[in-house]
């Protein structure tokens, strides 16, 4: 019994051997799961690089076509220029590694507090043209604007040795001279000397006389409509940020019938909780359409400027909403709330807005691209103003082409705009944000 039971006893190579088979074991398990952990691990490198380049939004440098960019701004005083600048810095930033950035002023005195203000500016639309594209690094920009102290002039930037383009527009360098050092004269859309062409030419003069490298001209093109002054005029647009004769439309900006301070033109003035408003800025019957996907702030902004527009106690707003069948081409389309749902947003948020104006607020669906303003019944003649964005502004001039041109009707005032943060604030970043939302959920859940 004795040796019997000797003969079941541990040794100690035993448990050698057992340690050995479960060492071995956990080896197989760990070789296993680590390439799956690994795998994980870069694949959430990889999704934070490209979650911080769409954040980030600065461009790929391997891809430009040159080294050192200059664009010439105007001073952003008024809607127009900003739309312009905004064309010019979205052109100029996609096609240079590096950029400097003028602003001009056709004002022979502008406040300090101005020329920082404006500097904000400008480097707040970069900051939302950096969005456009899916580079992870900021491009290196530099903002001088003209007579800013301490900052170094125009001319100092003509003569950079890197230097290798220029963006602008016509109407805002219209050189005559035969060298870069001359004055320049600004001139409107379709008047004046010169140009952007004409501009480089006798920047490239000046260049190579100091032994420089020419530069080229980069032309923004399309020029965007909201800048256009001929497109603005003929279209009797209004916009609505603006103070003094650049909020009048368009039609009356170089007279002086809006001028006069006679009796009869006092009594147009009204006073509204103490502010003083034309009425000439207030219309009957205003609409605005659009899709409402997410009411975001760029959504209500409009929709507050339009209720703006309205005259008190008497005007009425027809607000048009998309319906579901006009949206399948959309980016992320399935993630485009219901139709229903869209008007129940907007309606909260005008009824939170103006408490006033439910009976006289109508909200609809629209199922083409012209909507109640277009339709040949007395309802659609009444309207007087439509109000829309800067990018929108052609489809106003195609409506207003259909009142006039098809249905005999007056055209609309077009109360326009401007659209800001066009890349980082829209509805399509909205959804492109749901959609990586729901995925990292799946993701998630199948880990």
């Avoid at 992870?136 to 001088?144: Q, R």
């Avoid at 009797?236 to 170089?254: I, K, Q, S, Y």
Wanted: with cysteine.
């Amino acid at each position: 019994m004795k040796n019997r039971h000797k003969q079941f006893q541990p040794r100690p190579l035993h448990y050698v051997t057992l340690l050995m088979i479960l060492l071995f074991r956990l080896a197989k398990f760990t070789f296993a799961f680590l390439p799956i952990q690994n795998h994980n691990i870069m694949k959430m490198q990889h999704l934070r690089t490209i979650e911080d380049s769409k954040m980030f939004g600065a461009t790929n440098n391997d891809s430009k076509e040159y080294s050192h960019g200059l664009a010439i701004l105007r001073m952003p005083s008024t809607s127009i220029d900003r739309i312009a600048n905004e064309a010019i810095l979205e052109t100029a930033v996609l096609q240079t590694k590096k950029l400097s950035v003028i602003l001009r002023s056709s004002e022979s005195v502008i406040s300090l507090a101005l020329l920082r203000r404006y500097v904000g500016e400008v480097y707040s639309t970069l900051w939302d043209c950096a969005f456009r594209s899916d580079a992870s690094e900021f491009l290196n920009v530099v903002v001088y604007p003209q007579n800013l102290p301490n900052t170094a002039p125009e001319q100092w930037i003509h003569l950079r040795e890197d230097l290798d383009m220029v963006c602008s527009h016509d109407s805002i360098c219209g050189w005559f001279s035969d060298s870069a050092s001359g004055r320049g004269t600004m001139f409107s859309a379709t008047e004046g000397l010169g140009g952007l062409k004409d501009h480089v030419a006798a920047l490239n003069t000046e260049r190579q006389n100091r032994g420089l490298l020419p530069v080229e001209a980069l032309q923004v093109d399309p020029w965007p409509k909201g800048s256009n002054e001929n497109f603005l005029k003929e279209n009797n647009v209004m916009f609505m940020d603006d103070e003094g004769l650049e909020a009048w439309p368009m039609t009356a900006r170089n007279t002086n019938s809006n001028l006069s301070t006679n009796e009869d033109e006092r009594k147009t003035f009204s006073f509204l909780g103490g502010a003083r408003i034309d009425s000439k800025s207030l219309f009957n019957k205003v609409c605005v359409g659009g899709t409402f996907d997410g009411m975001h702030y760029g959504h209500r902004k409009l929709l507050t400027l339009a209720v703006s527009s309205v005259l008190p106690q008497t005007g009425t707003l027809l607000i048009g909403v998309t319906v579901d069948e006009m949206l399948k081409g959309k980016k992320y389309a399935d993630l485009i709330p219901p139709l229903h749902q869209r008007m129940d947003n907007v309606r909260e948020f005008l009824y939170r807005l103006a408490p006033g104006m439910k009976n006289r607020i109508k909200i609809m669906s629209i199922r083409n691209s012209f909507g109640p303003p277009g339709s040949p019944t007395k309802e659609g003649e009444n309207f007087d103003a439509l109000v829309l964005s800067h990018e929108t502004i052609e489809n106003g001039h195609l409506l207003n082409l259909h009142r006039v041109n098809k249905l005999g009707f007056k055209p609309l005032t077009l109360l326009c705009t401007r659209r800001t943060e066009v890349h980082g604030m829209s509805s399509t970043k909205l959804r492109e944000r749901r959609s990586r939302l729901l995925e990292e959920k799946v993701r998630k859940f199948h880990e």
